[in-house]
C-alpha cells in the first residue's frame, strides 16, 4: 500500500491536476467510481489505478475487473487519495489514461505518447463530414463545467461530433469529464487548433454554420435546422469572434422574456440541439403520415 505523498507515482498524479503537466505527460485523471465505470464499459484505456481499501471492499467485482485490465494498480491510503483527487471529498478512486492528441482529426485519432489504439467501440470512432448530421463547435470556451454540460447534451440529443477550439478550457479538465456525467466517452470530440478551417472545411461540405448571436434578428426556431448543422457558441464573456461569425450561413438569437443579455452558453447550445431534435422528429413524423 502507498501511504507517502513523496512516492514518484504519487508526485506524478498530483501533477497532473495541471494543464501544462497534462500535455506535457500526455495523460489525464479519471475520477470516481462512475467515470471509471464508463471508461471501461467504451474501451478507454487506462494506465495506473490508484484506490483505497475501503473502496476495494465496496466494489470488489469492478477492482477484479480492473485488476484484469490495468497495467498497474495500487492500494493507496486515505490521506493519499485526498490528495491525489482533484475533488473535496473523493469516493476512493482515480486513474491516469493516455491523453488524446488533441489536433488530430477524430477519424486518425491516436493515443498520444502510447501505442494504444482507440478502442473499435469507442465514442471516438470516424464519423466523416459527409455523414455528419448534427454538430456542435465550441470557441475560446472557459468554463469546464459548460464544456462538460454541452458533451452531455450533446451526446444525448444524438450528436455526431464536438469541435473545441484549442483556446478553450482543456476537454480532458477533471472538471468538464465530472460535469459530462460519463458522457465524454461516448461523444466524437476534437481539439481544434483550427476551428475557422474546420468550420469552412464543413461548409464547403455542404454542411449549414449556425451560430449563436445575442443580438441576432432570427430565433432560432425559425430555422431549419433538420439539414445538416454544426451550432457554434463563442466564450462567456466575448462570444463568438468576428472570424467564425463571418463563417455562419445562419445567425440565431434565443429570444427571452426580459433584458437579460443572453443566457449560459451551455443552456443555449442545448436548446438548439433539441430544437434540432425536435424539427427532424417532426419531419419524420409529417413525412409518415403522407405515406
Given at each position: 500500500?502507498?501511504?507517502?505523498?513523496?512516492?514518484?507515482?504519487?508526485?506524478?498524479?498530483?501533477?497532473?491536476?495541471?494543464?501544462k503537466e497534462?500535455?506535457?505527460?500526455?495523460c489525464?485523471?479519471?475520477?470516481?467510481?462512475?467515470?471509471?465505470?464508463?471508461?471501461?464499459a467504451?474501451?478507454?484505456?487506462?494506465?495506473?489505478?490508484?484506490?483505497?481499501?475501503?473502496w476495494?471492499?465496496?466494489y470488489?467485482?469492478?477492482?477484479?475487473?480492473?485488476?484484469?485490465?490495468?497495467?498497474?494498480?495500487?492500494?493507496?491510503?486515505?490521506?493519499?487519495m485526498?490528495?491525489?483527487?482533484?475533488?473535496?471529498?473523493?469516493?476512493?478512486?482515480?486513474?491516469?489514461?493516455?491523453?488524446?492528441l488533441?489536433?488530430q482529426?477524430?477519424g486518425n485519432?491516436?493515443v498520444?505518447?502510447?501505442?494504444?489504439?482507440?478502442?473499435?467501440?469507442s465514442?471516438?470512432q470516424h464519423r466523416?463530414l459527409p455523414?455528419?448530421q448534427?454538430?456542435v463547435a465550441?470557441?475560446?470556451?472557459?468554463d469546464p463545467?459548460?464544456?462538460?454540460t454541452?458533451?452531455?447534451?450533446?451526446?444525448?440529443?444524438?450528436?455526431?461530433?464536438l469541435?473545441?477550439?484549442?483556446?478553450?478550457?482543456?476537454?480532458?479538465?477533471?472538471?468538464?469529464?465530472?460535469?459530462?456525467?460519463?458522457?465524454?466517452?461516448?461523444l466524437?470530440?476534437?481539439a481544434?487548433?483550427?476551428?475557422?478551417?474546420?468550420?469552412?472545411?464543413?461548409?464547403?461540405?455542404g454542411?449549414?454554420?449556425?451560430?449563436t448571436?445575442?443580438?441576432?434578428?432570427?430565433a432560432?426556431w425559425d430555422v431549419d435546422?433538420?439539414?445538416?448543422?454544426i451550432?457554434?457558441?463563442?466564450?462567456?464573456?466575448?462570444g463568438?469572434?468576428?472570424a467564425?461569425?463571418?463563417?455562419?450561413?445562419v445567425?440565431v438569437c434565443?429570444?427571452?422574456a426580459t433584458?437579460?443579455?443572453?443566457?449560459?452558453?451551455a443552456?443555449?447550445?442545448?436548446?438548439l440541439?433539441?430544437?434540432a431534435?425536435?424539427?427532424?422528429?417532426?419531419?419524420e413524423f409529417?413525412?409518415?403520415?403522407?405515406?
Amino acid at each position: 500500500m502507498i501511504s507517502s505523498l513523496q512516492n514518484p507515482l504519487i508526485k506524478q498524479v498530483r501533477k497532473l491536476h495541471r494543464s501544462k503537466e497534462r500535455h506535457r505527460q500526455h495523460c489525464f485523471l479519471i475520477e470516481g467510481t462512475h467515470l471509471i465505470e464508463e471508461a471501461i464499459a467504451t474501451g478507454w484505456p487506462l494506465q495506473t489505478v490508484c484506490c483505497t481499501p475501503n473502496w476495494q471492499d465496496r466494489y470488489g467485482a469492478l477492482w477484479q475487473q480492473i485488476q484484469t485490465l490495468v497495467p498497474r494498480c495500487e492500494t493507496v491510503t486515505d490521506e493519499v487519495m485526498v490528495a491525489i483527487a482533484t475533488t473535496v471529498s473523493p469516493d476512493g478512486i482515480v486513474a491516469i489514461a493516455p491523453r488524446l492528441l488533441s489536433t488530430q482529426p477524430v477519424g486518425n485519432q491516436v493515443v498520444q505518447g502510447s501505442e494504444v489504439p482507440v478502442p473499435a467501440h469507442s465514442g471516438l470512432q470516424h464519423r466523416g463530414l459527409p455523414d455528419l448530421q448534427l454538430g456542435v463547435a465550441l470557441e475560446a470556451i472557459q468554463d469546464p463545467g459548460n464544456v462538460g454540460t454541452i458533451i452531455r447534451s450533446a451526446t444525448a440529443g444524438g450528436v455526431d461530433r464536438l469541435w473545441v477550439s484549442d483556446t478553450s478550457v482543456d476537454l480532458d479538465h477533471p472538471k468538464v469529464l465530472r460535469a459530462s456525467a460519463g458522457q465524454w466517452f461516448r461523444l466524437a470530440m476534437t481539439a481544434s487548433s483550427a476551428l475557422c478551417d474546420d468550420l469552412s472545411q464543413a461548409k464547403q461540405a455542404g454542411i449549414q454554420i449556425v451560430s449563436t448571436l445575442p443580438n441576432a434578428s432570427e430565433a432560432y426556431w425559425d430555422v431549419d435546422l433538420t439539414v445538416p448543422t454544426i451550432i457554434v457558441a463563442g466564450n462567456e464573456g466575448a462570444g463568438l469572434s468576428d472570424a467564425v461569425i463571418g463563417l455562419s450561413d445562419v445567425r440565431v438569437c434565443i429570444p427571452t422574456a426580459t433584458d437579460v443579455e443572453s443566457l449560459n452558453v451551455a443552456i443555449a447550445v442545448s436548446l438548439l440541439i433539441f430544437e434540432a431534435n425536435r424539427q427532424r422528429k417532426f419531419k419524420e413524423f409529417s413525412a409518415n403520415q403522407r405515406k
